[in-house]
């Protein structure tokens, strides 16, 4: 979806192989080609670094969202949390810093440096260097790779995930399904158009599979388990105290550790302990 944002046949012209600067610098030196490189995928590493689940956590409701439900930093688990508006915020945002970052990646070699920018974009929002390295899942980014860079695989894998999230209400299972399926199809789809760094591109689809399965490890674990918390757009219910959640273990004193399920705290709502401050200081004043 390049061509949406930038003008003209650029995919078959020499400026659009080549991105602007290489197109212009042709017979740059290696040595200035490597730094310029780095100096590209490393802008758009902390581009991705800009974590926004975080950032609106922290400003609108005073709190960290990597403290409650899954301690993921993305978009299923703002949208568990704090609701609609949150998650709109968070999904434009993280989906628009993407498009900038291989925006910012084609300028330099074209095709071939916007995928890597991507690649950077997307580590960089699993691991934030603002937020100590503690991110989210980097399925919004990865979304936002495949909008921009591969269409065709882009419009299946959204089908799939789709179908797979209505039947079972995983999310996460969509996820993991559709990064393994990616390298597959970009593979059979490219098989009879090969492009300059087509293999590289290819690595960058593995590698992003399996970041994206590890990082889904402990999910595939719940959902195997029949744990994990099936997604529903409607925030979190307020979550019960520690009273009510010592009589609930007290009326099923039978029940074995092993067969309890995993529970994890989609029910918390932050932001409302610095809301309930503010009234305490208030009605002091009075």
Same mark, same amino acid.
């Given at each position: 979806m390049l061509h949406l944002f930038l003008p003209g046949d650029f #995919?078959?012209?020499? $400026?659009? @192989?080549?991105?602007?600067?290489?197109? @212009?610098?042709?017979? =740059?030196? &290696?040595?200035?080609? $490597?730094?310029l490189l780095f100096v590209v995928l490393f802008a758009a590493? #902390?581009?991705? /670094?800009i974590n926004t689940a975080?950032? *609106? /956590?922290?400003? =609108?409701?005073?709190?960290?969202?990597?403290?409650? %439900?899954?301690?993921?930093? %993305?978009?299923?688990? =703002?949208?568990?949390?704090? +609701?609609?508006?949150?998650?709109?915020?968070?999904? *434009?945002c993280d989906f628009a810093k993407t498009v900038v970052a291989i925006l910012i990646g084609w300028c330099y070699l074209g095709y071939l440096t916007a995928t890597l920018a991507g690649f950077m974009c997307f580590l960089g929002h699993i691991f934030p260097l603002y937020y100590r390295f503690r991110g989210g899942k980097g399925i919004l980014c990865l979304t936002a790779m495949l909008f921009m860079l591969e269409w065709r695989v882009f419009l299946i894998l959204l089908v799939i995930? #789709? $179908?797979?999230?209505?039947?079972?209400?995983?999310?996460s299972? +969509? /996820?993991? $399904? %559709? @990064?393994? &399926?990616?390298?597959l199809l970009f593979d059979r789809l490219n098989t009879n158009y090969p492009f300059e760094g087509q293999n590289i591109c290819q690595m960058v689809a593995i590698l992003v599979a399996v970041i *994206? *399965?590890?990082k889904h490890w402990q999910n595939l674990k719940r959902i195997f388990n029949g744990t994990e918390s099936k997604f529903e757009f409607k925030r979190s219910k307020k979550e019960p105290d520690a009273e009510a959640a010592g009589a609930e273990v007290q009326e099923n004193p039978e029940e074995s550790e092993a067969q309890k399920p995993a529970r994890i705290n989609y029910g918390a709502l932050p932001g409302t302990e610095h809301k309930n401050q503010k009234k305490n200081k208030k009605d002091g004043k009075r």
């Open positions: #995919l078959t012209s020499g $400026l659009g @192989a080549r991105g602007p600067i290489g197109n @212009a610098f042709q017979d =740059i030196p &290696l040595i200035p080609q $490597l730094v590493y #902390l581009i991705g /670094s975080i950032i *609106v /956590s922290g400003k =609108i409701y005073h709190d960290d969202i990597r403290n409650y %439900g899954s301690g993921n930093a %993305g978009f299923t688990n =703002i949208m568990r949390i704090y +609701g609609k508006r949150a998650a709109i915020i968070t999904f *434009v995930f #789709l $179908l797979i999230v209505k039947m079972t209400k995983y999310i299972f +969509g /996820s993991i $399904l %559709g @990064a393994m &399926l990616y390298p *994206v *399965v590890i």
